[in-house]
């Protein structure tokens, strides 16, 4: 098999032992890089003539070198049980040990040395297939680096080398790891049933082995099952303490909308990251609650702080592009978009740029974005991700608003109730033309979204279409209160609503400005899949005529959610 193109593997591990749960199981790399050999020495110099010696000076050098060989020998005899008594210093760890003692520690590896293991894994398995250990960690590998390097291609090399893993050792008989791994290639794929298929399968076996919490909190998630979701991170915390435990409580309270607890125990996990991968992780996740609680300064201080750490991590690039788009900074955060996107080509960060581009009046540029949105869509279906909630939210702002509303169904039938899937279907319900069905939809998400600002403009938005004005003010406001510059198009319409909403006389719902006409699409629509004919979401109708303030709104039904 061969070593990923994006990188050049660090040499690799001079005897090929297979994993290890010990770092310094290996002796430490030792050969050079290839391309990094010292230049050969120069050839000696040819020793000068020297005049002969004397009788005098051969004798008092004779006499000076048995003292100083009387001196050796003493010196000698008494060191050694000094030097025995020490013991060696631990041997230094290269790329791969770097990289397994940071997966044995759940924490995140460098690419750099994640490609090292890759390679070391590689040049293993070939000459013993038969180490199914190896294999598993080798798909695993794949899976991280697939998602790391938005490679999806590397997702089926990962699938392969987790099913040859269990034809050599099956997951009943030990091989928890290999079911762990097809965890995470599901995780990546969006494909959360599956992905807490395995979990639950290890975590029956095996409920005291941590590795299955982290796919079980991130398919929890995924599926929206929020109370789930906090209860495998107390059992991760409780099993495995550190800053991967951190990081993820971290992450639990920002979805409950815990937004300072969420910052403490994400210092906490900053303050003590042991690597420079997991140090960069944490100020990124430093960066978007920054981000979201509308501190945009302080979200570029995090993120650029995580730059001076990593200043090729993707993630923080694009998340500083957003922090100074807020600040007018538009120019920079173009640049740090194209960075972002030059390293790893995501198409979130495209639909971000192009969005960008939008809110300037460079249409050109944005349709640009769009295309190459699509294309890259495209290619990760043919490779087994799931993109339908990306492409459903840019089909409802910038292409066909009913194909979104097609593809969020099919993506809630699959029991993907997340507050992001819940918001993306309820906008593009409205965008669509039925108000009153997007209603419980983005009821939900703003509900269950953390207190995230982009929730709370499409639920402001969707219920000033229906007139009930005293919720809909409310939202807005808190949309604009949470992060005032939370989307580039956005925000401006939801200050521009707030303003003719705050002059509207009672009980008479405003003429607002809708939001703007998608842009025409720039190549035929990929073809999706047929979905699954959704049962009807249960409303109730809202008496419209004569509302006034909060009592305008009727009794909405909430979306059912298994």
Request: hydrophobic share 35%.
């Amino acid at each position: 098999m061969d070593v990923m193109p994006q990188q050049p593997p660090e040499s690799p591990q001079s005897d090929h032992a297979p994993p290890s749960s010990d770092p310094y199981d290996c002796p430490p790399q030792t050969s050079p890089r290839p391309g990094s050999e010292p230049p050969p020495a120069p050839a000696p110099a040819a020793p000068a003539e020297l005049p002969p010696v004397s009788l005098h000076t051969t004798l008092r050098r004779a006499a000076v070198g048995a003292v100083a060989a009387a001196v050796l020998v003493t010196g000698a005899v008494v060191s050694v049980p000094d030097e025995e008594k020490e013991a060696a210093p631990p041997p230094v760890p290269g790329p791969v040990m770097r990289a397994l003692t940071a997966t044995n520690a759940g924490a995140p590896a460098s690419l750099a040395d994640l490609t090292a293991l890759i390679g070391d894994r590689q040049s293993w398995v070939g000459t013993h297939p038969s180490d199914a250990r190896s294999w598993a960690v080798l798909g695993s590998a794949y899976v991280e680096w697939g998602r790391r390097s938005a490679d999806v291609a590397y997702y089926g090399r990962a699938e392969q080398a987790l099913r040859r893993s269990l034809d050599v050792q099956p997951g009943d008989r030990g091989n928890t790891a290999a079911w762990v791994g097809l965890a995470a290639l599901a995780n990546a794929r969006h494909d959360f049933v599956t992905a807490k298929k395995w979990g639950e399968t290890v975590r029956a076996r095996r409920p005291k082995d941590w590795t299955a919490y982290p796919v079980l909190i991130d398919a929890f998630d995924g599926l929206g099952q929020y109370a789930a979701a906090g209860r495998a991170v107390e059992k991760f915390r409780a099993l495995r303490s550190g800053v991967p435990a951190l990081s993820r409580t971290a992450q639990m309270y920002r979805n409950a909308g815990r937004r300072e607890d969420a910052r403490a125990v994400a210092q906490d996990a900053a303050n003590r990251a042991a690597t420079p991968a997991e140090k960069t992780d944490c100020l990124f996740r430093l960066g978007e609650l920054a981000w979201e609680r509308g501190e945009s300064e302080e979200a570029v201080a995090q993120y650029s702080a995580a730059l001076r750490t990593d200043r090729a991590h993707p993630p923080s690039l694009a998340g500083r592009a957003r922090a100074l788009t807020a600040l007018g900074r538009t120019q920079e955060a173009q640049r740090d978009y194209r960075a972002a996107l030059s390293r790893r080509p995501s198409p979130a960060y495209m639909l971000e740029l192009g969005e960008l581009y939008e809110s300037l009046g460079l249409d050109d540029e944005s349709r640009g974005q769009y295309t190459k949105l699509r294309s890259t869509l495209t290619q990760e279906s043919d490779h087994g991700v799931d993109e339908s909630l990306l492409l459903g939210r840019f089909e409802a702002d910038h292409g066909d608003a009913s194909r979104a509303v097609e593809l969020l169904r099919a993506e809630w039938d699959r029991q993907h109730h997340s507050a992001a899937v819940a918001d993306a279907l309820g906008w593009a319900l409205y965008r669509s033309g039925d108000s009153q069905s997007a209603l419980a939809y983005a009821q939900q998400a703003a509900d269950t979204g953390g207190g995230t600002a982009r929730y709370a403009y499409h639920l402001g938005v969707i219920e000033l279409r229906l007139g009930n004005l005293g919720p809909a003010r409310r939202h807005l406001e808190e949309a604009l209160r949470t992060n005032p510059h939370f989307s580039p198009l956005d925000a401006p319409s939801a200050q521009k609503a707030l303003d003719q909403l705050g002059g509207a006389p009672a009980g008479h719902p405003p003429e607002v400005t809708p939001a703007p006409e998608p842009m025409p699409p720039p190549e035929p629509a990929q073809q999706s899949r047929e979905p699954s004919e959704a049962p009807p979401v249960a409303v109730a109708e809202t008496d419209v005529a004569g509302s006034t303030g909060d009592g305008a709104s009727g009794t909405v039904g909430d979306p059912a959610v298994t």
